[in-house]
């Protein structure tokens, strides 16, 4: 699949996905340990299922293209299931020798819904009354709205290395510059509370992506020596709807540009190689913890 280099506005999110470039969430699968084999396996040769579709991530989907996109975008996409909607038939229902009139009612009624809305992802009300109030805790900060009044959603940015592409799929891109020459990505994260975001920027390795999307950014247009700026605009989807923006910190970012980097080298390795390795062929030693050992050698 040959797609086009640079930064590329417009690319639907089925055509990017598909790409062979190396993301941000693959490369997460490569950096698993010993495990180059997985990313082998799920995103050279297929044979292994990628992450599967969940009510979090569809309601993430909608979530973004509300607050980035606008809500006429939205609405091509996305149509909101009614209240007053039956319950849709079951796989025996609908195979049922004779079904109920409840049942021929419900069938009719969900046939004409898809045929007047083809193409369209199903949210519910309640998800769409979410979303909106999502939306309207960004938009009531002037600070944080003002993020937004440049740039476009949902911006691509690839470039190619050596041995693959490099690829991101940027939440929000505002390629004016400011004094360094540095542009300005923002991405959008939905949390149940803003006092988890920290812990949540370790453990789901947030700091790795700002690092990642900084380079793919920083290589696509040859930045003068500066990355990008990055910030995170964090929304809760509970009472009481805070919104705050974070900026990540240079350490972190450190630390993140020095683990993607190595990996990447380690992957160019792999696609120079042919090589994929998994565990090794060996036998290991398997112990109990340390401390569950201490506290037998108590008992005795």
Request: charged share 30%.
């Amino acid at each position: 699949m040959t797609l086009p280099l640079g930064i590329i506005h417009g690319e639907p999110a089925d055509v990017y996905h598909a790409a062979p470039g190396v993301t941000n969430h693959r490369l997460l699968d490569f950096a698993r340990p010993n495990v180059p084999l997985l990313y082998y396996r799920k995103h050279v040769t297929k044979e292994a299922p990628d992450a599967l579709s969940s009510d979090a991530k569809e309601f993430g989907e909608y979530l973004h293209a509300l607050a980035l996109e606008g809500e006429a975008v939205a609405d091509s996409k996305y149509v909101v299931v009614p209240d007053v909607a039956p319950k849709r038939p079951t796989k025996a229902q609908l195979n049922a020798k004779k079904p109920s009139p409840e049942t021929l009612d419900a069938i009719a009624w969900w046939k004409n819904f898809h045929e007047v809305n083809a193409g369209k992802l199903e949210i519910s009300g309640a998800d769409r009354d979410l979303a909106w109030r999502m939306v309207g805790a960004i938009r009531a900060k002037p600070k944080t709205r003002a993020l937004f009044d440049h740039g476009k959603p949902e911006v691509v940015a690839r470039h190619q290395m050596a041995s693959f592409t490099i690829q991101s799929r940027l939440d929000w891109f505002n390629e004016d510059q400011d004094e360094w020459k540095r542009p300005l990505i923002v991405d959008l994260k939905s949390i149940d509370s803003l006092a988890n975001f920290e812990r949540q920027f370790f453990s789901y390795k947030y700091y790795r992506q700002a690092a990642f999307y900084q380079l793919v950014v920083f290589e696509t247009l040859n930045l003068p020596g500066a990355y990008p700026r990055f910030k995170f605009v964090a929304v809760e989807k509970e009472e009481p709807f805070q919104c705050l923006v974070y900026t990540p910190g240079e350490i972190s970012l450190d630390i993140g540009r020095n683990e993607v980097l190595a990996d990447l080298k380690r992957l160019k390795e792999c696609y120079d190689s042919g090589v994929w390795p998994g565990t090794p062929d060996e036998e290991m030693p398997v112990e109990v913890p340390e401390r569950k050992q201490m506290k037998g050698q108590d008992r005795s």
